[in-house]
């Protein structure tokens, strides 16, 4: 079974709308940490957000925040005012194990290309 | 700017051969992590070294192999090279083996002809 699920293989939005992009997860620990990339066409991997398993706040960065709802196991990208520059593939990852335990990898969902037009 | 550099950017060679990649991580950061990226299997986790050590492995082929030198610099080698092995190749670094986000470089994209 897929331990990341993002359900939308593309997205559409217009210049300053928001839009909102899905990831479900699937593990059986209690601590786990939830992450969001940005990949733009030019190839490189930029973190965006970070939610940890036991934050009782959505995360937020600017622009970007983490919609986490734990008993759904779902840690939904909010992109508010979307930009012409947020075109590119996102991909949500979780990372399993304690902190400190030395398992620290991250395992990608599949991701979601967004599309901003003007 | 990751702060993660890798080597070469673009790399194009042959079936049968042998290629190695480069990556030096954050200044700092202990833990270098390589994934690999194709259209099919999409970020696929390869291996994890922490301060010279290997700490978790992926989806490795034994045609792959790495280490994390003493400098903190991590080498990616890859034999017998095939077509299906044509990927993008990233190398992330972190402070720690089991905290914080992963930053990763700007990718070496391999081309197997």
């Known amino acids: 079974a897929q331990k990341i699920t993002q359900t939308q293989p593309g997205m559409f939005v217009q210049e300053k709308e928001a839009v909102t992009l899905d990831c479900t997860y699937d593990t059986s620990d209690q601590s786990y940490g939830l992450f969001w990339y940005k990949q733009p066409s030019s190839g490189e991997m930029i973190f965006l957000i970070y939610?940890?398993?036991?934050?009782?706040q959505n995360a937020t960065e600017g622009r970007y925040s983490l919609n986490f709802q734990k008993a759904r196991k779902s840690a939904n990208l909010v992109i508010s005012a979307s930009q012409l520059g947020d075109s590119a593939m996102y991909f949500c990852?979780?990372?399993?194990?304690?902190?400190?335990?030395?398992?620290?990898?991250?395992?990608f969902g599949k991701g979601t290309m967004l599309l901003v037009s003007p | 700017d990751s702060g993660v550099t890798q080597t070469p950017k673009h790399l194009i060679t042959a079936t049968g051969q042998r290629v190695t990649l480069r990556c030096s991580p954050r200044s700092g950061d202990l833990s270098v992590y390589w994934y690999q990226q194709s259209l099919d299997q999409g970020l696929q986790f390869l291996i994890q070294?922490?301060?010279?050590?290997?700490?978790a492995k992926g989806n490795i082929l034994e045609r792959f192999s790495a280490q994390q030198f003493p400098d903190l610099h991590s080498e990616l080698n890859l034999s017998s090279l095939e077509l299906g092995d044509s990927a993008l190749y990233f190398c992330?670094?972190?402070?720690?083996?089991?905290?914080?986000?992963?930053?990763f470089g700007e990718g070496s994209r391999l081309t197997v002809l």
């Open positions: 992330a670094s972190s402070v720690g083996p089991g905290t914080g986000e992963l930053f």
């Open positions: 939610q940890g398993s036991y934050d009782e």
């Open positions: 990852a979780m990372r399993e194990g304690r902190s400190g335990s030395g398992y620290s990898t991250l395992t």
């Open positions: 070294y922490y301060n010279g050590e290997e700490r």
